[in-house]
Nanobody, 122 residues
C-alpha cells in the first residue's frame, strides 16, 4: 500500500494550495480518507476526512471554512484545497486511509503517506 502526498511548498499568507494524495495497493473506493498535519514541535492533528461514499465530511474547527476535502475515485486520489493560508498552517501534511466509521484519531488510520511540507510566511 502506498499513499503519495504532494502539492506542498513555500507560500505567503493569504495564498491557496491544493494538496493531492495518490493511493495505490488498496481498493480506494471503499476507504475513508483523512488529512492530518504536524507542526514543528507539536503532535499530529486531524484536519479533515471524507467517507468512502463521499456523503460525509468532517473538519477540525481550526480549518473549517478554509479547507475543503474531496476525492476522485477514478484517479485513486484525495485532495485538500486550502485557502486563506496563515503562518499557523505551517506543517507537514499527511494523508491516511481507514475503513469503517469516519475517525479523527491517528491510531484509527492504518495506512499513511510520507507527508508534504507546507510553509507559510507572513
Amino acid at each position: 500500500v502506498q499513499l503519495q502526498a504532494s502539492g506542498g511548498g513555500m507560500v505567503q499568507a493569504g495564498d491557496s494550495l491544493r494538496l493531492s494524495c495518490a493511493v495505490s495497493g488498496l481498493t480506494f473506493s471503499v476507504y475513508n480518507m483523512g488529512w492530518f498535519r504536524q507542526a514543528p514541535g507539536k503532535e499530529r492533528e486531524f484536519v479533515a476526512a471524507i467517507s468512502d461514499t463521499e456523503n460525509r465530511k468532517r473538519y477540525s474547527d481550526s480549518v473549517k471554512g478554509r479547507f475543503t476535502i474531496f476525492r476522485e475515485d477514478a484517479k485513486n486520489t484525495v485532495y485538500l484545497q486550502i485557502s486563506g493560508l496563515t503562518p499557523e498552517d505551517t506543517a507537514v501534511y499527511y494523508c491516511a486511509a481507514s475503513q469503517g466509521w469516519l475517525p479523527k484519531r491517528t491510531y484509527d488510520y492504518p495506512y499513511w503517506g510520507q507527508g508534504t511540507l507546507v510553509t507559510v510566511s507572513s
